[in-house]
């Protein structure tokens, strides 16, 4: 074998063009790894005439060598210089490129990766190539050189030649929820899901899940992606925990369920695997009330952990909820037995709680003993014993025998860090002295104790505050509240200032104190309650409505109760009408409907004040509102007011339906009738005002319809055309006491027009019998009707009679 590898390299030697020889040494230096040597072969053949003439040979050649220079060598350098040369041979040779581009990229030489890049992207590729050397570059721009614009538009190029290439999608739905573009982002990602199928597809969901789950708050979106990509890969821990913790906060217990299940078929190693069938007992006993499923897990960690006292304390919370004390005391003896001196101190309790129940003194005595005994030094231990006492005399309801075991702490606790503790069991004794013992002196000396220690607590300072006002001892109550004052701050400051300004201006005359209390109070808690109603007080008292006005605007802006606002545009709206300050009036006007917008006195002091600053069209608009809220006959000055706007606007139809509406309102309006009248006078509508004519003349009374009926008469005659509608009105003219004279005479002449002779011989003979016989109106009405009778009715025997009568009193008379 030696004897022919010489044999070769000689022939090889003298002649780099033998193929055959090449091609030997190069299969056998490649199997035995002799990379030097297969490099110096490399570049002696490419170095042979034929070979170095050709660049179609010479292209494999020189890829070869720098592959070998670069993976087996680690010669990057070298290995860069055979890719240049290729590719200077060569610049379509893509491969070549990659390979220099990777180098440099490895390098972290990024401009000399660009340039490559630039050159690459020039050469012509498949589509599919395209994406991915597109999402290359993207990715270098993103990660390396952190310019998002640009690695953008190069995965937006890769989507152009692959319109669904998954690596391009992931970066550009990256740089999406980078620049905080996460609607983007997650349409992407779900574009993605489209894209990939099975366990590929499953980060991606997890992807689309923690982004709608953590920044677009869609947690229901989200529970579904991690339910997809567990359907897609069930063995996805990250899925499994967010989906679980998910379900956790919406307290869809059952999912947890099935959830923790799939985090424990996932889970390795014993403790591990112990720890999470705890919690799914856990689970199982606190939400889903199922002790016997607890009980699976509790027996599943006890296999897995039985020495583990969590989980000797999940077994134990089983049985508590399955109220097996016998078992319960057993597992908790197992505890105190492993732990020994290190028992938890609420094992030994409740085995304690246990013994006692059972009438095992001894046993008892030994827990409290052994919980007694967990402390450091006497007083610790003492208070231990104490604590428990108390808390097996709370149960008792042993309220005497607690009352002393609490004095006897609260004289242990003396130290500063204890002094909360020592405060609230001074709170607690208190009560009990006070509720239970009806001890009430001793009481109020047991919270002035605690109130020493604790001057800003809520319950203390009520508890001294009641028993001062039960004494009416307002002295010792400002005292208490002035200390609590120097003690508090933030809005607990503000309570007590409010507090104490309230008791100095009942009880102490001290307004000037009081109103810089309020203003403390405020400026802890700007919308404080009892310091507004405090300085408003104050405000009414000295009469000043410059004061009033400034404290009710700093009132309204901090509340929103309906109530409030207009109990407060009540004081301020006088106050700004009597100083002609009807802008601001109106401001107030506006709050306050717009807090209580069914209130008809906030809507008609914004009218009013709209009226006064001839706001027209937001007038109407309010009396519409005011229209709306009233009935009966009250809405009808209403209507007529917007009557009146409309018409000030120069809209009478609106004005007309107003006024209609306010005579539907209150029908016998005589002023609304009045009204519609001169509007259906002004648009000359006939018809309307004939109408709205009779309704003035059915309501007005018989002394002043005359001129109604004498108007009404005139439209029917003209412009309407009813000649017989207007005789009758003018009948009724003519039957009114004191008729106008003329009244008779035009009803004679509508008669005569008409035709309707026999109705105007009787209306003239009437008007006759008024008359003195020798008379010459009489004379000429005799005359008139004669020759009505004659002419027009063909009625001759009475018309001779009258004219026998007529020549009987005048024979000289030719007529």
């Known amino acids: ?105 490895r390098e972290e030489k990024w401009d000399l990766v660009l340039q490559i890049a630039e050159l690459e992207s020039a050469l012509p590729m498949p589509p599919y190539e395209r994406a991915a050397f597109e999402t290359e570059l993207g990715q270098t721009w993103q990660h390396r050189l952190e310019d998002s614009e640009e690695a953008r538009r190069a995965y937006e190029r890769a989507l152009e030649s692959d319109p669904d290439f998954p690596a391009a999608l992931e970066g550009l739905a990256a740089l999406h929820q980078e620049a905080g573009r ?57 899925a499994v925990e967010w989906a679980l913790l ?117 046993a008892a005595l030994a827990a409290l003993r052994r919980a007694q005994a967990l402390g450091g030094s006497d007083e610790s231990d003492d208070i231990r014993l104490l604590v428990l006492q108390a808390d097996l005399l709370r149960e008792s309801g042993s309220k005497r025998e607690l009352a002393e075991v609490l004095e006897t702490l609260t004289a242990f606790e003396g130290s500063e860090d204890e002094r909360p503790r020592r405060a609230a069991r001074l709170r607690e004794l208190a009560r009990i002295q006070e509720e239970d013992l009806g001890e009430p002196t001793l009481a109020e000396s047991t919270w002035r104790r605690a109130f020493a220690l604790e001057p800003t607590e809520e319950d203390t300072l009520a508890a001294l505050e009641r028993s001062c006002r039960k004494r009416d001892d307002w002295d010792s109550l400002r005292e208490i509240l002035e200390t609590a004052l120097v003690a508090s701050g933030g809005s607990a400051r503000g309570s007590v200032a409010a ?90 006007a506006v709050r306050w409907t717009t807090a209580a917008p069914e209130s008809l006195e906030a809507l008609e002091a914004r009218a009013e004040f709209e009226a006064l600053l001839d706001r027209i069209d937001d007038e109407i608009k309010t009396r519409r509102k005011l229209a709306k809220r009233v009935t009966g006959a009250a809405r009808t000055p209403i209507l007529r007011r917007l009557a009146e706007l409309h018409f000030a606007r120069g809209d009478e139809h609106r004005a007309c339906e107003a006024l209609e509406k306010a005579l539907e309102a209150e029908p016998g309006s005589r002023e609304t009738l009045g009204a519609l009248c001169e509007a259906y006078r002004r648009l000359e509508r006939a018809e309307d005002l004939v109408r709205s004519l009779r309704r003035l003349c059915d309501v007005s009374p018989e002394a002043e319809k005359a001129e109604a009926l004498e108007e009404l008469a005139s439209l029917l005659q003209d412009p309407i055309g009813d000649l017989d509608a207007a005789i009758v009105v003018r009948w009724q003219l003519v039957e009114l006491p004191g008729a106008p004279p003329e009244a008779q005479e035009r009803l004679e002449a509508l008669l005569e027009s008409a035709g309707r002779y026999a109705e105007l011989v009787q209306l003239l003979d009437t008007r006759r019998q008024q008359l003195e016989d020798d008379s010459r109106e009489a004379v000429a009405l005799d005359l008139r009707r004669a020759g009505i009778l004659l002419d027009s009715l063909g009625q001759s025997e009475e018309a001779a009679a009258i004219f026998r009568t007529l020549h009987e009193r005048e024979p000289e008379d030719e007529r």
């Open 182 to 238: 996460l609607e983007e982002a997650a349409g992407i990602l779900d574009r993605l899901t489209n894209r990939l199928r099975g366990p590929e597809r499953a980060p991606v969901w997890i992807a689309l899940g923690t982004l709608l789950a953590t920044e677009l708050g869609q947690p229901d979106r989200a529970r579904d992606c991690f339910r997809q990509a567990l359907e897609d890969d069930p063995f996805q821990p990250p």
């Open 499 to 588: 507090r104490l300004g309230t008791l100095l201006l009942d009880h102490f005359e001290d307004p000037e104190r009081a109103r810089s209390l309020f203003e403390t109070a405020l400026a802890e808690k700007a919308d404080c309650r009892h310091a507004l109603l405090g300085l408003r007080r104050i405000a009414e008292d000295s009469g000043d409505p410059v004061l009033l006005l400034e404290i009710c605007e700093r009132e309204i802006e901090q509340t929103s109760d309906p109530d409030t606002i207009t109990d407060l545009a009540g004081i301020a709206i006088p106050i700004l009408r009597e100083q002609g300050r009807n802008e601001e009036a109106l401001g107030w």
């Open 1 to 105: 074998m030696a004897q022919g590898l010489d044999a070769q390299q000689k022939i090889f030697a003298s002649n780099p063009d033998d193929r055959r020889a090449f091609e030997a040494l190069e299969e056998y230096f490649f199997l035995n790894g002799d990379w030097a040597s297969l490099v110096a072969i490399y570049r002696n053949r490419i170095a042979a005439p034929s070979v170095a003439e050709d660049p179609a040979q010479q292209a494999p050649l020189l890829f070869r060598l720098g592959q070998i220079l670069e993976e087996r060598i680690l010669d990057p350098e070298a290995a860069s210089e055979v890719y240049w040369t290729l590719a200077r041979l060569d610049p379509t040779n893509r491969p070549a490129l990659r390979q220099l581009r990777g180098i440099h990229e």
């Open 246 to 362: 998910l379900a956790t906060a919406d307290e869809d217990w059952e999912a947890v369920s099935d959830l923790l299940e799939r985090r424990f078929d996932l889970a390795a190693g014993a403790r591990r695997r112990a720890s999470i069938a705890i919690e799914a007992s856990q689970l199982q006993l606190n939400h889903l009330d199922c002790p016997a499923r607890a009980r699976a897990w509790t027996d599943r960690a006890m296999e897995l952990a039985g020495d583990e006292i969590s989980v000797l304390l999940a077994v134990a919370e089983v049985e508590r909820a399955d109220g097996d004390r016998d078992a319960l005391l057993e597992t908790l003896e197992k505890i105190m037995a492993i732990t020994g001196e290190k028992a938890p101190r609420s094992v030994l309790i409740e085995a304690a709680e246990l013994h006692s129940q059972f009438g095992h003194g001894e």
